[in-house]
């Protein structure tokens, strides 16, 4: 199976608890992109690291999330508030998660497996 690769783009700096949920999930790996305005940097990481999925966080989630569809394409959902709607918009297609602050494990164990359900992994 392929290592799943989700970066993480955090406007504050943070991201460390979705990572350690993402982490969580055998096969998955978690990049946290450092420092603040991370999130305005989520497209070009994805790209380096060959990433499968990204998440970005910042008040609305939007941020990140359009900057990665606008410079890199991505298929993007933002203003995200919850795990169900980011399991739905993996579901539905999209590679860029865009959500308001919520740095948990929960979410990031949640959005891997539902990508790899997605993929037929799980």
């Known amino acids: 199976m392929k290592e799943i690769v989700i970066v993480i783009g955090d406007r504050m700096g943070k991201g ?3 990572a ?3 982490e969580s999930v055998a096969g ?3 990049v946290v992109v450092p420092g603040m305005a ?3 940097k989520l497209g070009d990481v994805m790209q380096k690291e060959n990433a499968d999925l990204g998440i970005s966080f910042c008040g609305s989630g ?3 999330a359009l900057t990665a569809k606008n410079k890199y394409g991505y298929e993007v ?3 995200m508030r919850s795990p169900e709607e980011g399991e739905t918009a993996i579901a539905e297609g999209c590679k860029v ?3 308001g602050f919520m740095d ?3 979410l990031g164990r949640r959005v891997a497996q539902a990508y790899l359900k997605k993929q037929g992994n799980c």
Do not use: H, P, S
Request: include cysteine.
């Open 16 to 18: 460390q608890k979705v």
């Open 28 to 30: 998955c790996r978690a």
């Open 104 to 106: 948990t494990e929960e």
């Open 62 to 64: 939007g941020a990140g």
């Open 38 to 40: 991370a999130d305005m």
């Open 77 to 79: 959902r933002f203003g």
């Open 20 to 22: 350690a949920g993402i």
């Open 97 to 99: 998660l865009g959500f």
